[in-house]
């Protein structure tokens, strides 16, 4: 059973637009949540991260929101480079282990 | 630093080989992990050590063997290869379980035959 889920395998956002990447999980013990990168050919590296003590944790151009009432979360890109066309990977913390979504591609369009 | 180093990069083995997937890393992590990544299933943890003589089971860990005896070394074990464990495999380290981002490498394909 999927206690991290990604529902949008692909997203395509216009160059300079705002891209919304969303993540919903299961297990209410999560403690801290985080976004990855993935370039083909390449492991994944770290984006940004927030604990679930707070609501909302902005890195430049990267904002990640949390809602734990809802079990939700989003990571909004603003704006949007070609260089951020990748795999974004949501994780999240849990008695120790760090669990994967699937990922979301996310495609920039010139 | 090297950071996270992975051996080998490619691997191809027949149907009930053995063999192991080195990882290493220079940067003194207490919390190493392994993780296959599959079209379509994001990544899967396997194994995980929070320190030096410790492990334990991830998501995925039927197949797979691991053991830390050193803060530096995590190796992971195939005993008996599977065509279903065709995938590439990625290893991870941090400072203590995702609390400091994880540090990952750059992977091991690996095909089953």
């Known amino acids: 059973d999927q206690q991290v889920k990604q529902n949008s395998p692909s997203l395509s956002v216009q160059e300079g637009r705002i891209s919304i990447l969303n993540c919903d999980y299961t297990n209410s013990m999560f403690d801290y949540f985080l976004w990855y990168k993935k370039y083909p050919a390449e492991g994944p590296t770290f984006l940004i991260s927030i604990s679930s003590i707070k609501d909302k944790n902005e890195d430049g151009r990267f904002t990640v929101f949390l809602n734990k009432s809802a079990k939700h979360l989003s990571l909004h890109i603003v704006p949007s480079q070609p260089g951020d066309s990748a795999v974004y990977f949501c994780?999240?913390?849990?008695?120790?282990?760090?669990?994967f979504g699937k990922g979301t591609r996310l495609h920039i369009l010139p | 630093n090297a950071g996270v180093t992975q051996t080998p990069k490619f691997q191809v083995l027949k149907t009930g080989q053995s063999m192991t997937l080195q990882c290493a890393q220079d940067m003194n992590h207490e919390y190493m992990s392994w993780y296959r990544q599959d079209p379509g299933m994001g990544l899967r943890l396997i194994h995980y050590s929070v320190g030096a003589g410790i492990t334990d089971q991830g998501e995925v860990p039927n197949g797979y063997n691991v053991s830390r005896s050193t803060t530096e070394d995590f190796p992971l074990r195939l005993l008996s290869a599977a065509p279903s464990q065709t995938s590439v495999y990625f290893c991870?380290?941090?400072?203590?379980?995702?609390?400091?981002?994880?540090?990952f490498g750059p992977g091991t394909r690996l095909l089953v035959l």
């Open positions: 991870a380290s941090s400072y203590a379980s995702g609390l400091e981002t994880q540090y």
């Open positions: 994780a999240a913390r849990g008695d120790d282990k760090i669990i």
